[in-house]
């Protein structure tokens, strides 16, 4: 009984991120991935506004006082600034892609997630602040053991907030136009209803719902930079689990996900327990229960009466890959040798990640399959890696072979729930499978040392290609090693693309029963861009290894993958060149080593990236590479008219 009601916390913050995920689902069509992040804006202003009476804003801060707030008045101020936050990003960002496709819709929400949880650290101070209490702190004896008081009153919160947004679904004039709406959107703006005015209505209140509840669980749960965004995946999967429908459902099931966390939390300390499962199993639940309730429910989730066809960026193959390739590698080995230290790793690292985005160009852009787990797939390959040169000594490059490999496997396993899901669903099945891998196989001190995982340094023939040698922090040999790697790969992709496969890929991308109607395996095709895209990730986890020499659970961590999205999105998601310029502009990349090395904006990488997404995905879903190729076509137009 006491692990079931220390469950109600963070069960009450998952129900009310649930139930707000449905609401929001009616009125736009979209799934939000950012509501955690919503809440964890609203925490920590409310912590800031607790310990120094200042309300820290997006941009700027008011100073209220020289005296810390007292507790009421500094929560009504956090949910005022969640919901205000909520507001600007339906106006500013998802009303605009209404009638974008799911895609632009997804990574524009994953970029808010990402933005959002990137402007924290900025602008609060995050080490040592405690969240004073804001509800009682009393106990209570309940069935033979002492509870909190403030556990209990969270719940009853919880459970509010879902009946008042299930009352306004069914009672209210407005709430009944939202799900007219949602049946049909273009029958409801010819009755009159603006379906955008009803929409910013729900932002506004689920911002203020989701944020009111995180502050008060916050002492509880503690104040943790990023947490709260991934409170999301939970409140995600009690979401699907009341198939996007009821809100009472969503709730329940929210509260079900946190007690049964808490309770895979006691059993972890028995005797009997596996210690392979004492860490990271209550992070892998909500990957399981998604799955379960994608490919049980899958089919009876609904759809938004939208207001037409959507159209998909157009995807554009090199013309001439063969002189295009061999300037690439020009310029690379020039670039390696006309470098040094901090900016030839950053070089080299970019031209890795420029794998890993093309694996996403694949998957996302070529297939329409919308993945968020390239780095879980890369972070496969990198520790295989690591056990195939340290315990089985593989020579090089067989290493990469097996552990790419293996790493294919999980792309597979992962990519199942594509046979039943596509869209924003496919993303929160990624999305979980990869924050579950991180948590349950990369952070599991029962798989995964506390020193790291070392890697031994390749060796061909005799020839060493270790990554350093004396004080060279990345050697020629290294990275031409490198080049010839991802050069041959992105190569095989673009003729594999360019044929048969390749126009496979397209037809299901473009109309899945069209393309079975005309002899097409989706099933297999589906399987197939997921086994490639996994295989070209993992190559690129291994490459990062033999970069590292030594690896842990943060070299592939989730917001590193959600920031390769927004660069290969950015860059142009359906174009090879897209990846090329996502390379440059990755994590750790050129770019990275430009504003770390030379300008000192090193920690506003994160919020940049995020923000290029969002803007990408409102002003130009063909990314940086469709802009440019369109640049140049007006301007051919123009000299030869």
């Not at 990640?353 to 919308?370: D, E, K």
């Not at 072979?401 to 993303?427: E, I, K, N, W, Y």
Request: aromatic share 8%; hydrophobic share 60%.
């Amino acid at each position: 009984m006491l692990f079931v009601t220390l469950g109600f916390a963070g069960g009450a913050v998952y129900a009310v991120i649930a139930a707000s995920i449905v609401s929001l689902h009616a009125a736009t069509g979209v799934l939000n991935f950012a509501q955690g992040s919503l809440a964890l804006w609203g925490v920590w202003v409310v912590a800031e506004l607790r310990r120094s009476g200042t309300l820290v804003l997006p941009v700027g801060a008011v100073r209220l006082g020289s005296q810390p707030l007292p507790a009421w008045p500094a929560v009504a101020l956090g949910v005022l600034s969640a919901a205000g936050l909520a507001l600007a990003a339906h106006w500013l960002v998802f009303r605009p892609l209404r009638a974008a496709p799911p895609l632009s819709q997804v990574v524009a929400s994953v970029g808010l997630m990402l933005a959002i949880a990137s402007l924290v650290p900025l602008r609060f101070s995050t080490g040592g602040v405690l969240a004073p209490a804001v509800l009682t702190e009393r106990t209570a004896a309940m069935a033979g053991t002492v509870v909190n008081v403030s556990d209990l009153v969270l719940l009853v919160v919880a459970l509010a907030v879902a009946a008042a947004l299930a009352v306004y679904f069914r009672f209210t004039r407005w709430g009944v136009a939202t799900r007219a709406g949602a049946e049909d959107e273009l029958a409801a703006r010819l009755t009159g209803l603006s379906p955008d005015r009803l929409a910013g209505v729900m932002w506004l209140l689920t911002g203020a719902a989701t944020s009111l509840v995180a502050i008060l669980a916050a002492p509880t749960l503690g104040l943790d930079p990023t947490g709260y965004m991934f409170y999301v995946l939970p409140g995600l999967a009690a979401a699907l689990l009341a198939r996007l429908t009821s809100t009472i459902t969503a709730c329940l099931a929210g509260v079900g996900i946190g007690v049964l966390q808490s309770i895979l939390l006691l059993l972890s300390t028995f005797d009997g327990w596996p210690a392979w499962a004492q860490a990271g199993l209550g992070d892998a639940l909500p990957f399981a229960l998604v799955v379960v309730a994608l490919v049980v429910l899958g089919r009876r989730i609904p759809a938004r009466g939208a207001l037409g066809a959507v159209r998909m960026p157009a995807v554009v193959l090199p013309r001439r890959p063969w002189p295009a390739a061999a300037a690439l590698t020009a310029a690379a080995v020039l670039a390696v040798g006309l470098t040094s230290g901090s900016w030839r790793f950053g070089v080299v690292t970019s031209i890795i990640m420029a794998l890993i985005a093309l694996s996403l160009v694949v998957l996302t852009g070529y297939l329409g399959q919308i993945s968020l787990a390239s780095m879980a797939f890369a972070g496969t390959g990198g520790f295989v890696l690591s056990r195939a040169t340290m315990a089985w000594h593989l020579p090089f490059p067989l290493s990469i072979l097996v552990s790419a490999g293996l790493a294919t496997l999980v792309g597979v396993v992962v990519g199942l729930p594509a046979l039943r899901v596509r869209g924003a669903q496919l993303a929160v099945v990624t999305l979980a499978g990869a924050v579950a891998v991180q948590q349950f196989v990369f952070a599991n001190p029962a798989l995964t040392p506390f020193e790291g995982n070392l890697i031994a340094d390749p060796t061909l023939f005799g020839w060493d290609l270790a990554v350093r040698r004396g004080t060279d922090l990345t050697t020629f040999v290294f990275a031409a090693t490198v080049i010839v790697i991802v050069g041959v790969l992105a190569l095989a992709v673009v003729r594999l693309l360019a044929g048969s496969t390749g126009r496979s890929f397209l037809a299901v991308r473009s109309n899945e029963r069209a393309a079975a109607s005309a002899g097409i395996d989706v099933a297999r095709v589906k399987l197939t861009g997921f086994a490639l895209s996994a295989f070209l990730a993992g190559v690129g986890g291994c490459l990062i290894g033999y970069s590292r020499s030594q690896l842990s659970a943060e070299s592939f961590n989730v917001i590193v993958g959600l920031s390769v999205l927004c660069m290969a999105y950015a860059g142009g998601i359906t174009r090879i060149s897209g990846a090329l310029i996502a390379g440059l502009i990755a994590p750790l990349g050129v770019l990275y080593t430009l504003l770390n090395t030379t300008l000192g904006l090193g920690r506003y990488y994160t919020l940049i990236a995020a923000c290029a997404l969002v803007v990408t995905a409102v002003l130009n879903p063909a990314g940086i590479a469709g802009g440019a190729t369109g640049l140049v076509r007006r301007a051919h137009r123009t000299v030869t008219s």
